[in-house]
């Protein structure tokens, strides 16, 4: 692909082939008459952070489709995630297909987040305590990594994204409400397990 092409591969999608570009929205005069083409296909990837994923089309002679989430929201919709099928309107831009308005949104065939393709720490932590409150302290998606705290004066734990996904979290925001189980590892104290404070925790517990 082209420079042009200069979005990091981030969340949902990473390391499946994305194509990087710069998902700026494109604006037209008015006046500009739009060659509109209809696409189906699926979302490849979308991030709601950054505000924009990919649709790949089913027709193969087609580039990725730009989806940017202010189309999503004027249509009625928050997100789109990986796997779900889609119907969009699209226009040709100077950088490629950009998605004007959806038509529909079909998440029955969407992943949950536990079931994507976890990146390897190359690390299993035991965990040597119970489950206790933790904040979110910092967490970077980007990086794919980040800490919480039990409290001032109480070691940060780290937090890293496939721990966060094998208990179907997406991300994580700082000042977020946790619950953690966790153990010794090479970055100092680890996190085992994460529950969100607004889900089901275990009988046991």
């Given at each position: ?43 490849k ?53 950009q998605a ?9 065939s ?43 004066g109480?070691?940060?734990?780290f ?22 189980r ?24």
């Amino acid at each position: 692909m082209s420079d042009e092409y200069n979005v990091p591969p981030t969340g949902l999608g990473a390391g499946v082939g994305i194509q990087h570009r710069d998902a700026r929205p494109e604006t037209v005069p008015d006046e500009a008459p739009l060659d509109i083409v209809q696409v189906a296909g699926r979302i490849k990837w979308f991030d709601v952070a950054k505000g924009f994923g990919f649709i790949v089309p089913d027709s193969g002679g087609l580039p990725d489709v730009l989806l940017h989430v202010t189309c999503l929201r004027r249509d009625g919709y928050q997100t789109a995630h990986e796997g779900a099928r889609i119907v969009v309107e699209a226009v040709k831009r100077p950088r490629g297909l950009q998605a004007l308005k959806v038509v529909s949104l079909d998440e029955s065939s969407a992943l949950h987040p536990s079931e994507l393709p976890m990146a390897r720490t190359h690390e299993i932590v035991v965990p040597t305590s119970g489950l206790e409150a933790a904040t979110v302290k910092w967490f970077n998606r980007l990086r794919g990594f980040g800490f919480l705290t039990r409290g001032e004066g109480t070691p940060d734990i780290f937090v890293h994204m496939e721990t966060l996904r094998r208990y179907g979290i997406a991300e994580l925001k700082p000042g977020d409400q946790v619950f953690v189980r966790y153990g010794d590892g090479s970055k100092g104290k680890m996190a085992a397990e994460v529950r969100l404070t607004n889900s089901a925790l275990p009988a046991s517990h």
